[in-house]
């Protein structure tokens, strides 16, 4: 399945939401914490519209989507199903709930006043950026300012 804009040679653009729910953990012993994550990821596909106006719910092996994988991740447990909405108008969404380990370099040159940053590293497997590009979903706020200590 071929992914939507290669027709025109123009990148698909991703636009994304990550909602961190809860930090449960930082290790910095082990370079690591554990959280719990909220992620949306839509993109238009105009290939998938349809002439009723209902959403549907489809299969991951039934539409192309970006392979997303979180670089970072070390144990993650998925809590949502694996499918995608597919609106009428070809808009398709991804939302998944991941908690568990993501590693994290830190630097520790001012231990114990260190505040380490967070973050989750995100890319679309087999795609550079001039195929698939990630932006932020500029209809959702930030979802976390905070430093965790």
């Known amino acids: 399945m071929s ?3 290669l027709e025109s040679q123009s990148a698909t653009t991703i636009y ?5 729910t809860d930090v449960d953990e930082v290790d910095s012993a082990s370079q690591s914490f554990v959280a719990n994550v909220y992620v949306e ?10 002439a009723d106006s209902v959403s549907q719910n489809v299969a991951f092996d039934k539409i192309w989507h970006p392979r997303i ?3 970072n991740q070390q144990h993650l447990f998925k809590t949502f199903p694996e499918s995608f909405e597919v609106s009428a108008t070809g808009d398709v969404t991804y939302r998944q709930r991941y908690w568990g380990d993501f590693s994290q370099p830190m630097n520790l040159k001012e231990f ?10 995100i890319v679309a497997v087999g795609y550079d ?3 698939v ?3 932020q979903n500029p209809l959702e706020p930030l979802a976390l300012q905070t430093n965790y200590q």
């Open 112 to 121: 114990p006043m260190d505040s380490p940053k967070l973050e989750f590293q």
């Open 16 to 20: 994304t939401a990550i909602f961190v």
């Open 3 to 5: 992914r939507p804009g």
């Open 129 to 131: 950026e001039s195929e």
């Open 41 to 50: 990821f839509r993109w238009h596909d105009p290939r998938l519209a349809a």
């Open 69 to 71: 994988q979180i670089v």
């Open 133 to 135: 590009l990630f932006v």
